[in-house]
C-alpha cells in the first residue's frame, strides 16, 4: 500500500489497523507532505528520535493518514540537526515542530515561528531533555519573557487569563485581544505541566510501562493504555484473544460516556443551566460508581494490560452493564430534549465559537470538535478494527461547527456507546483474556491507533536490541484542536470564552508531556 500519488519503501507492521513505516530522505519527506495534501489525508503526528544505528545521529518522523492506513515515516539527520518544515502544510504541525525543537534541539527549516514552546526556564538554554546519556542539569535556565504577538489599533487591550485559573483545572495562559468585550484575537500557551513522560518511558520496562500510558492524561486512560498495548503487542508479534479485545472494546466505551456525561453537564452549567450540571453530574457519578463495582476502578484504570487486560465480567455483572445502559439511554433522551427546547441554552448554544467546515479542513481540526465541522473521520467507522468492524458504528457528524452542533455530537456518540455496549455485553466471545507477551530479541517497532472520547490517540514505540524502550512518543487529538480554540473564539465576546473552551474540552496533562 502507498501513500496515493507518493510511491515510498514500506512495510506494513503486525497491528490490528493498517500501519506502514518506512524510511525517507528530505526530498521523499517534502513529497510526502504534498502527496497527503492531495489525497486529502492527515497530518497526525510529527516527533523527534535518536536513532538506533550505531551512530549519534537523530531522526525525525511523521505520521500520516490516508485512506490506505497510517504511515509512520522516519527522516534519519545523520549529524544535521535541521529538516524540512511541515507547518506550511499543516498549520498545526509548529508547535509540535516547536516541543521537538526544545526536546531534542532539531529544528524545522523554513519555519515561521520559532518561539519555545515547552522551554518554560525549568532547564538550560543548552540542554535538551531527550537527547540520551544526557545527565540532569545542575541549574536550571533562565526564564524570560514569553513574545506574545500584540494586536494594535483604538481601543484594543490586553487582556491576561492563567496560568493559574480560579478553578481546579491543569494550567495554561489564555492572551486575549479584545476591543471592548469582542475578541480580536486569542493566543495560548501551554506546556506548564510537562512532566518528562517520553524520558519517563525510557526507564521503564516495556511490560509495565503500560501503566505510565495510562496517566498520559487521567481522563484517557483506557485508550492510552489499550494504544500503548497495542504498539507493544504489534512489536512483539501477539495476537490477543477475542475476548480481550472485545472487553477492551467495553472498557473504552464506557470512558466514553463517562467524559460526554461529565462535559453535557458542564456545557449546560456554563450557560447558566444549573438543573443540566445536577442531573449529568448524577448519571456520570452513578455510571462511574458501576465501573468500580464491575472493574475495580471508577477510571477503569490498569485495567487494560500487555496481552488483554486484568479484569473480566461475566453473568451478573453483564446483566448490571446493561441495565445501567438502559437506565442511561432513559434520562439522556428526556435531557436532550430539554436541552434542545430550552430556549436560553440554545441561544448560547447556536453560533457561538463557530468553526466552519473549510477552516476545520484546512486546521486539521480533529475527533468529537472535527465531526461536528463536518470532518468525518472516526477510527471505529474506517479503517475499523476489532470488535468494532463487527458492529457497523454509526457515526455522528454536523456541519454548523458552533457549541450546539459539539454538543449534539456528545449526545449522539453517548447514545451509540450505549447500544455498542449492550451489544459487547451480549456478544462477548469466550476464552482468555490474556496472551503471553514475549519481547522479540532484536530492535522492533509497533503502533497503536485508537479512537479515543476526544479523537484519534497514537502511540508509537521503538525497542532496541536488548527489548528495552529507545522512545515511546504518545500523541492527544489536542495538539491538533488548541490551535483551532484560537480561531473558534475570534469574532466573539469575552464571557462565552468559558463555554467555547468547554465544548472543545481540550486536555493539558495529554499534551504538555
Request: net charge neutral.
Amino acid at each position: 500500500m502507498q501513500i496515493p500519488g507518493l510511491r515510498l519503501r514500506v512495510e506494513r507492521l503486525r497491528a490490528p489497523l493498517p500501519v506502514f513505516r518506512g524510511t525517507v530522505d528530505a526530498h521523499e519527506w517534502k513529497e510526502a507532505a504534498r502527496a497527503v495534501v492531495a489525497a486529502h489525508g492527515r497530518l497526525v503526528s510529527t516527533w523527534g528520535s535518536d536513532v538506533d544505528d550505531g551512530a549519534r545521529g537523530f531522526a525525525v518522523c511523521a505520521a500520516y493518514a490516508v485512506p490506505a492506513g497510517l504511515f509512520w515515516l522516519q527522516l534519519p539527520l545523520g549529524g544535521a540537526t535541521s529538516y524540512p518544515d511541515l507547518a506550511s502544510h499543516f498549520p498545526f504541525a509548529g508547535r509540535m515542530q516547536r516541543a521537538t525543537a526544545d526536546l531534542l534541539g532539531l529544528t524545522a527549516d523554513g519555519a515561521v515561528d520559532r518561539r519555545p514552546w515547552l522551554a518554560h526556564g525549568a532547564w538550560p538554554a543548552d540542554f535538551f531533555p531527550l537527547r540520551p546519556d544526557r545527565p540532569v542539569p545542575d541549574r536550571a535556565g533562565e526564564v524570560k519573557d514569553y513574545p506574545f504577538v500584540s494586536v494594535q489599533g483604538d481601543g484594543v487591550h490586553e487582556i491576561a487569563v492563567g496560568p493559574v485559573h480560579a478553578g481546579i483545572i491543569e494550567p495554561g495562559h489564555f492572551r486575549f485581544s479584545v476591543v471592548g468585550e469582542k475578541v480580536l484575537r486569542l493566543e495560548e500557551r501551554l506546556g506548564y505541566t510537562h512532566k518528562g513522560i517520553e524520558k519517563r518511558f525510557t526507564q521503564l520496562a516495556p511490560l509495565s510501562a503500560h501503566r505510565l500510558a495510562g496517566r498520559v492524561s487521567g481522563d484517557s486512560t483506557v485508550a492510552y493504555a489499550w494504544a500503548y498495548c497495542m504498539a507493544l503487542e504489534a512489536a512483539a508479534g501477539v495476537l490477543i484473544p477475542g475476548r480481550a479485545a472485545w472487553l477492551r472494546a467495553l472498557l473504552l466505551e464506557r470512558e466514553r460516556v463517562a467524559n460526554h456525561l461529565g462535559d453535557l453537564g458542564a456545557l449546560g452549567n456554563d450557560a447558566a443551566l444549573g438543573f443540566g450540571l445536577a442531573q449529568f453530574s448524577r448519571l456520570r457519578e452513578d455510571w462511574l460508581r458501576v465501573s468500580m463495582e464491575i472493574f475495580g476502578h471508577r477510571l477503569m484504570m490498569d485495567c487494560v494490560v500487555p496481552g488483554g487486560v486484568a479484569v473480566d465480567v461475566e453473568g451478573s455483572g453483564l446483566n448490571r452493564l446493561r441495565q445501567q445502559c438502559d437506565e442511561v439511554e432513559a434520562e439522556l433522551r428526556i435531557l436532550r430534549d430539554i436541552y434542545d427546547e430550552h430556549a436560553g441554552l440554545q441561544d448560547r448554544f447556536i453560533a457561538t465559537g463557530r468553526v466552519r467546515p473549510e477552516l476545520a479542513a484546512a486546521l486539521g481540526l480533529a475527533g468529537l470538535a472535527g465531526r461536528a465541522s463536518g470532518q468525518a473521520v472516526d477510527l471505529r467507522c474506517k479503517p475499523s478494527w476489532t470488535p468494532y468492524d463487527a458492529l457497523r458504528v454509526r457515526m455522528a457528524t454536523h456541519k454548523n461547527g458552533d457549541v450546539a452542533a459539539r454538543v449534539a455530537v456528545r449526545f449522539e456518540e453517548t447514545l451509540e456507546s450505549l447500544r455498542l455496549i449492550r451489544a459487547f455485553c451480549g456478544a462477548l466471545p469466550h476464552g482468555a483474556t490474556q496472551a503471553p507477551v514475549a519481547l522479540p530479541g532484536a530492535a522492533a517497532c509497533g503502533a497503536g491507533w485508537i479512537e479515543g472520547w476526544r479523537g484519534e490517540i497514537l502511540v508509537t514505540l521503538e525497542l532496541d536490541g536488548t527489548g528495552a524502550i529507545r522512545r515511546c512518543h504518545c500523541h492527544d487529538p489536542s495538539w491538533q484542536n488548541w490551535p483551532v480554540l484560537e480561531h473558534a473564539v475570534m469574532d466573539n465576546i469575552v464571557p462565552d470564552f468559558p463555554l467555547i473552551n468547554k465544548s472543545f474540552n481540550l486536555t493539558y496533562s495529554g499534551h504538555d508531556l
